[in-house]
């Protein structure tokens, strides 16, 4: 639904006396960051991205993946990280499950992890993760971390 169309929504129910209609504004603005995320996201921004090697994506990628990731994924990516372990309703996938659907799709890992999700995950392309640690922890993701013990 546009902004104008809940925001004529709202007023025609508060000017015909009716009760105001339950909105939930923070699935609007959840489903608003993700247009916005997905107009930001550019494929092109990769284009210019090159490694050494996998190993040198990767280990910058286990950086990464320390200070944005762990806390929700967990340290060996099982999706059991310190909020999940608190008891927070989000379930972070497990990236070490076999079916994991991200495991041979680099690219669709990139945009994912640059997106995020309307179920909790970071938008961390508008978060400020600049392209290239993107790219680098979909390598941690993806390799080490995913065959790791």
């Not at 284009?47 to 050494?52: E, F, L, M, N, V």
């Not at 999700?117 to 390598?139: F, N, S």
Request: aromatic share 10%; charged share 25%.
């Amino acid at each position: 639904m546009s902004r104008l169309a809940c925001v004529l929504l709202l007023g025609a129910a508060a000017c015909s006396g009716d009760a105001r209609p339950e909105v939930d504004v923070g699935a609007l603005a959840i489903a608003d960051t993700m247009r916005q995320a997905e107009a930001a996201y550019d494929v092109g921004a990769f284009d210019s991205i090159s490694w050494a090697n996998a190993d040198k994506a990767a280990e910058r990628g286990a950086v990464v993946f320390r200070f944005s990731c762990e806390k929700c994924h967990g340290m060996r990516g099982y999706g059991n990280g310190g909020f999940v372990a608190q008891g927070d309703t989000v379930r972070p996938p497990s990236f070490r499950d076999a079916d994991w659907r991200f495991a041979n799709d680099h690219e669709g890992l990139r945009r994912h992890i640059f997106i995020g999700t309307a179920e909790g995950m970071p938008h961390w392309g508008l978060e400020g993760l600049k392209p290239r640690d993107i790219d680098a922890v979909a390598y941690y993701l993806r390799g080490p971390l995913r065959t790791g013990p």
